[in-house]
T-cell receptor, first 110, second 115 residues
């Protein structure tokens, strides 16, 4: 059973602050890791992916991966109200299948 | 990112009827498409993997005779919910990846309500 654990939240952050989201996964064979953003009633939108240990930055987003600890995180800098959504962590398994965590709901308050 | 089109966006049907959902990759050839289901306040659950020209692979617990998947071309996969019942009411989402690409792009989803 592939498991992906995320704190369900809500993670409440003031506008302009950093939101820090964590994710742990059980499958040591996972090679690629994706972060998706999902607004209520909408389908997921890819925002970041990371393959190697360390940090990867893309605009206001930074993904961090530690395969030894089976841990991946997402930082959102300068959080905006439009960042309020549920963020889904998704490691791959068996090729390009994704297992989704339950998601962390982020609420950015103006 | 790549564009995946999904239709219809929402459908209401009577119990016992069948519903077909289409998923198209608009600007790339999708050798593999995935079908997910999401219940309210829950995460996405993979239902099946659809490969062009071959039978779909279903995840454990998903009835293949109830959820018929056809991947007739490199740009089109369909999911048919046969003899739908109220418990099939859910948000169904397709996703697709290009050949050799691990990044999945999602369709806009279909909200199915079975009365």
């Amino acid at each position: 059973q592939k498991e992906v654990e995320q704190n369900s939240g809500p993670l409440s952050v003031p506008e302009g602050a950093i939101a820090s989201l964590n994710c742990t996964y059980s499958d040591r064979g996972s090679q690629s890791f994706f972060w998706y953003r999902q607004y209520s009633g909408k389908s997921p939108e890819l925002i970041m992916f990371i393959y190697s240990n360390g940090d990867k930055e893309d605009g206001r987003f930074t993904a961090q991966l530690n395969k030894a600890s089976q841990y991946v995180s997402l930082l959102i800098r300068d959080s905006q109200p439009s960042d309020s959504a549920t963020y889904l962590c998704a490691p791959t398994y068996a090729g390009n299948k994704l297992t989704f965590g339950g998601g962390t709901r982020v609420l950015v308050k103006p | 990112g790549a564009v995946v089109s999904q239709h219809p966006s929402w459908v209401i049907c009577k119990s016992g009827t069948s519903v077909k959902i289409e998923c198209r990759s608009l600007d790339f050839q999708a050798t593999t498409m995935f079908w997910y289901r999401q219940f309210p306040k829950q995460s996405l659950m993979l239902m099946a993997t659809s490969n062009e020209g071959s039978k779909a692979t279903y995840e454990q617990g998903v009835e293949k005779d109830k959820f018929l998947i056809n991947h007739a071309s490199l740009t089109l996969s369909t999911l048919t919910v046969t003899s739908a019942h109220p418990e099939d009411s859910s948000f169904y989402i397709c996703s697709a990846a290009g050949q050799g690409d691990e990044k999945l792009f999602f369709g806009s989803g279909t909200q199915l309500s079975v009365l």
